[in-house]
């Protein structure tokens, strides 16, 4: 087990999160058809591969199959027979369906929990995906998630989950030494996502939101930018003014557009 962890360069009380991403990281390197690099080798490929299959199956069990195997193989069906999926899939209440959306994400289903957990958050009004499970096991997981709903230009969702992983880290240090890679999800998510891609309410209400998340001062000053453009498409013109001069006093260096340097006499 130990030379898992040594292989994909992490310490052995690594989140899932991290094994992920630093299997990520050494793909990219080793990974035929991704390497672009002359060092591509499939056989130090394969035992990374090994390597991180090992490590998340290996928390994969403690989050998933064991508690319900137990129960499930109490009745006349065999342990061998047991299907972890089928029977969440059976399952109408809430704890099933999350621990469905985050078994589909770590089992090759990412399309699925996707989707799932999406229904979950609109056909629900006191939906939380966070109640059914540890703290960890949410924060490691549903970083995960945020990731794939990224990925799928799911936007606002995305920022959602991942505002609340990040006050859970405020609030108690999990990620620790891993959580600037956290932050860089969300300051890109907030600066280079969201912006054209989410109405301006919902752009607004993600970014008013994320002046509290605990962003260095230039990337608060570039919200604040970006919070001052939804304000006057909207024609909130003085509002947008508002931010624009709070935005500068935050940082004098930041790149104001043309039009409202020549509109608010800047």
Known sequence: MDECYKLLGIQPDASVSEIKTAFRRKAKLLHPDLSKENSADTKAFQKILKAYQTLISLRNSSLFEEQFRSRYSRGSKSEESFDYRRWLMERTDEESRCKLVFFDLMHGNEDDAVAEYKRLSVSRADFSLSRW?????????????????????EYYDAYLLLAKIIRMEYSYA????F???VMDLMRSLVRTKLPGK??????????EDALDLGFAKK?????LRLMAESYDRLGDTST?????????????????PARFRHRYSF
């Open 174 to 177: 999990y990620f620790r030494h």
């Open 179 to 181: 959580f600037p890679e």
């Open 219 to 223: 990337d608060e000053a570039y919200i």
């Open 240 to 256: 947008a003014e508002l931010c624009l001069r709070k935005a500068l006093q935050m940082d004098s260096t930041l790149s104001v």
């Open 198 to 207: 989410v109405s301006d309410e919902l752009l607004l209400d993600a970014l």
């Open 133 to 153: 499970f540890t703290r960890e096991d949410f924060m490691d997981y549903g970083f995960i998630l945020t990731e794939e709903l990224i990925f799928r230009e």
